[in-house]
C-alpha cells in the first residue's frame, strides 16, 4: 500500500499535459500558455507624455523663466514638427512627444498665461517620458511557456494584437458513479435510494479548475452496466469513478476496468478518509477510482486527482502549497494512516488559526462545508495539541479569501 505522497507521485509521473490548441484571447483566461510568445513591435510603440502638461526642451529651461506655446497634442493625436528653441508644445498623457522635446513639464508645475507657459520648478531631461521600447523590446518573450494567464497576461499580449493565443488544451474528464442505491437529481429519495450528488460535486470540482466535465450517470451493480459506462468514459481524456471500490460483493469498479485493460498501479492508500482509492492507466489516460462516500470522494478529488489534471493542463506548479497554521484546540487520531481533518482557518494578525470544521466522521457533509482547509496530519503521530502548528491545504480560494 503506498503512502499518501508516494501515490500522488506515481500518478503525476503517469500523465502528461494534453495537446495545445489556439484560442480567442479572453478564452484562454485561467489556461495555460503552451508556447513564447514574443513580441512583434516595441512597447511603449513611440514615445509619449507620462503627464498632462508641456512637451519641452530641459535647456530651454529655467525656474521663473517662460516657454511661448506653439502647439496642442492630445491623447490620439499625431505628434507635431519639431519645436523652435524656447517654445513648448501642450501636451496630454500618451501623446507622442514632437521630435527635439526631451521632457515633459507637468501641468501642475506651471502658471499659465495667454499664449505662453510659466515655469514653476526645476527641469530635468528626461522627465516624464516613457520611451519607446523601455517596457519590452521587438522580439522579446512576453508571455513563456507556462505561464497562467491571468489579466497581467491578457493585457500584455493585447497590446501585442495577439487575438488568439496558443494554450493547452481543457482536460475533458468523465465523471461515472456506480451503484444500484443512486437515483438521478429530480427524483424523490426514499428507503434505500439516495440521490447520485457525488457526478455533482466532482463536476464541480473538474470545472472549479478549468477541466471540462462529462457527467456519463449511472454504472448499476453489474458487469454489463460497469463496462458500457466505463468504456464511453475511456473515450475522454480521464475518467473518474465514484464507489464500488471497496471489498465489498458489489464493488466491482476495479474488476470491470481490469476487463477494460486499464492497467492498476494501485489499490489503496494509507490515508483517511479515502483509503480504498485505486488508480490505473490506460492508452495514457488515467483512471481514479474514488470511495463512494460523499466526503472521501471529494477529498480525494482534492488531494489526487487535481493535482493531476492540472498537470494534464500544462500547468507547473500543482501540488498546492501548505500553509502553516496553529491550532486552536486539540486534534486526535490513530496512528497508522495520513488524516486529512477538515479546518475551519482563519487569519488573525497575519497568523493563520486551524480550528477542525466539526465532526470528523466521513459521513458528516455538514463538516466539509464549514470547512476551508484540510489538515494533512502526518502518519504516525496522534495528539496534536493546541498552539502546535499543522500543514494545511487551503480549499476553494486563496489566503486573501478567509479574513471576513
Ligand atoms: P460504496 O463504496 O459503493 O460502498 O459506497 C460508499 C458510500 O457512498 C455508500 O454509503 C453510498 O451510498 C455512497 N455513495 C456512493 N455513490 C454515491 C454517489 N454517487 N453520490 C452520493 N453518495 C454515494
Ligand atoms: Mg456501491
Given at each position: 500500500?503506498?503512502?499518501?505522497?508516494?501515490?500522488?507521485?506515481?500518478?503525476?509521473?503517469?500523465?502528461?499535459?494534453?495537446?495545445?490548441?489556439?484560442?480567442?484571447?479572453?478564452?484562454?483566461?485561467?489556461?495555460?500558455?503552451?508556447?513564447?510568445?514574443?513580441?512583434?513591435?516595441?512597447?511603449?510603440?513611440?514615445?509619449?507624455?507620462?503627464?498632462?502638461?508641456?512637451?519641452?526642451?530641459?535647456?530651454?529651461?529655467?525656474?521663473?523663466?517662460?516657454?511661448?506655446?506653439?502647439?496642442?497634442?492630445?491623447?490620439?493625436?499625431?505628434?507635431?514638427?519639431?519645436?523652435?528653441?524656447?517654445?513648448?508644445?501642450?501636451?496630454?498623457?500618451?501623446?507622442?512627444?514632437?521630435?527635439?522635446?526631451?521632457?515633459?513639464?507637468?501641468?501642475?508645475?506651471?502658471?499659465?498665461?495667454?499664449?505662453?507657459?510659466?515655469?514653476?520648478?526645476?527641469?530635468?531631461?528626461?522627465?516624464?517620458?516613457?520611451?519607446?521600447?523601455?517596457?519590452?523590446?521587438?522580439?522579446?518573450?512576453?508571455?513563456?511557456?507556462?505561464?497562467?494567464?491571468?489579466?497581467?497576461?491578457?493585457?500584455?499580449?493585447?497590446?501585442?494584437?495577439?487575438a488568439t493565443v496558443p494554450v493547452h488544451r481543457r482536460a475533458r474528464v468523465a465523471v461515472l458513479s456506480t451503484g444500484d442505491e443512486l437515483i438521478e437529481l429530480g427524483e424523490q429519495p426514499g428507503?434505500?435510494?439516495?440521490?447520485?450528488?457525488?457526478?455533482?460535486?466532482?463536476?464541480?470540482?473538474?470545472?472549479?479548475?478549468?477541466?471540462?466535465?462529462?457527467?456519463?450517470?449511472?454504472?448499476?451493480?453489474?458487469?454489463?452496466?460497469?463496462?458500457?459506462?466505463?468504456?464511453?468514459?475511456?473515450?475522454?481524456d480521464a475518467l473518474i469513478t465514484s464507489a464500488g471500490v471497496s471489498a465489498g460483493d458489489r464493488d466491482l469498479v476495479r474488476d470491470c476496468l481490469a476487463e477494460l485493460e486499464v492497467r492498476q498501479?494501485?489499490?489503496?492508500?494509507?490515508?483517511?478518509?479515502?483509503?480504498?482509492?485505486?488508480?490505473?492507466?490506460?492508452?495514457?489516460?488515467?483512471?481514479?477510482?474514488?470511495?463512494?462516500?460523499?466526503?472521501?470522494?471529494?477529498?480525494?478529488?482534492?488531494?489526487?486527482?487535481?493535482?493531476?489534471?492540472?498537470?494534464?493542463?500544462?500547468?507547473?506548479?500543482?501540488?498546492?502549497?501548505?500553509?502553516?497554521?496553529?491550532?486552536?484546540?486539540?486534534?486526535?487520531?490513530?496512528?497508522?494512516?495520513?488524516?486529512?481533518?477538515?479546518?475551519?482557518?482563519?487569519?488573525?494578525?497575519?497568523?493563520?488559526?486551524?480550528?477542525?470544521?466539526?465532526?470528523?466522521?466521513?459521513?458528516?457533509?455538514?463538516?466539509?462545508?464549514?470547512?476551508?482547509?484540510?489538515?494533512?496530519?502526518?502518519?504516525?503521530?496522534?495528539?496534536?495539541?493546541?498552539?502546535?502548528?499543522?500543514?494545511?491545504?487551503?480549499?476553494?480560494?486563496?489566503?486573501?479569501?478567509?479574513?471576513?
Open positions: 500500500m503506498p503512502t499518501f505522497e508516494v501515490a500522488r507521485s506515481m500518478i503525476l509521473s503517469s500523465v502528461s499535459p494534453l495537446g495545445v490548441e489556439r484560442v480567442e484571447l479572453m478564452a484562454a483566461l485561467g489556461r495555460v500558455v503552451a508556447e513564447d510568445v514574443t513580441a512583434p513591435w516595441d512597447l511603449p510603440v513611440y514615445d509619449n507624455s507620462a503627464m498632462d502638461g508641456f512637451a519641452v526642451r530641459a535647456a530651454d529651461c529655467r525656474v521663473g523663466g517662460s516657454l511661448r506655446i506653439t502647439g496642442y497634442i492630445p491623447a490620439g493625436g499625431a505628434a507635431t514638427p519639431g519645436i523652435e528653441p524656447g517654445c513648448a508644445v501642450r501636451i496630454m498623457t500618451g501623446a507622442p512627444i514632437p521630435p527635439g522635446c526631451d521632457a515633459v513639464v507637468p501641468v501642475e508645475e506651471t502658471e499659465p498665461t495667454d499664449d505662453a507657459v510659466l515655469l514653476r520648478e526645476r527641469v530635468k531631461h528626461p522627465q516624464h517620458i516613457r520611451f519607446r521600447g523601455e517596457d519590452v523590446r521587438s522580439g522579446d518573450t512576453v508571455v513563456s511557456a507556462g505561464a497562467i494567464l491571468r489579466p497581467p497576461e491578457i493585457s500584455m499580449l493585447a497590446s501585442f494584437g495577439k428507503s434505500g435510494k439516495i440521490i447520485n450528488s457525488n457526478a455533482l460535486s466532482l463536476a464541480a470540482a473538474v470545472r472549479e479548475i478549468g477541466a471540462e466535465p462529462v457527467i456519463l450517470g449511472i454504472a448499476r451493480d453489474n458487469r454489463e452496466s460497469h463496462r458500457e459506462k466505463m468504456a464511453e468514459g475511456l473515450k475522454a498501479l494501485f489499490w489503496k492508500v494509507d490515508i483517511k478518509p479515502g483509503g480504498p482509492v485505486a488508480f490505473g492507466m490506460k492508452e495514457g489516460k488515467p483512471v481514479f477510482s474514488l470511495p463512494g462516500n460523499p466526503v472521501s470522494t471529494m477529498v480525494t478529488f482534492e488531494e489526487l486527482v487535481r493535482p493531476a489534471l492540472l498537470k494534464m493542463m500544462g500547468h507547473r506548479r500543482v501540488i498546492k502549497p501548505y500553509v502553516q497554521a496553529t491550532l486552536r484546540g486539540e486534534v486526535h487520531k490513530k496512528p497508522g494512516r495520513v488524516h486529512f481533518v477538515r479546518v475551519r482557518i482563519e487569519v488573525e494578525n497575519g497568523v493563520h488559526w486551524a480550528t477542525s470544521a466539526g465532526d470528523q466522521n466521513t459521513g458528516i457533509l455538514g463538516t466539509m462545508l464549514r470547512a476551508n482547509g484540510i489538515a494533512v496530519l502526518p502518519k504516525e503521530k496522534t495528539v496534536f495539541s493546541p498552539g502546535e502548528e499543522v500543514a494545511v491545504h487551503l480549499l476553494h480560494g486563496d489566503v486573501g479569501m478567509l479574513e471576513e
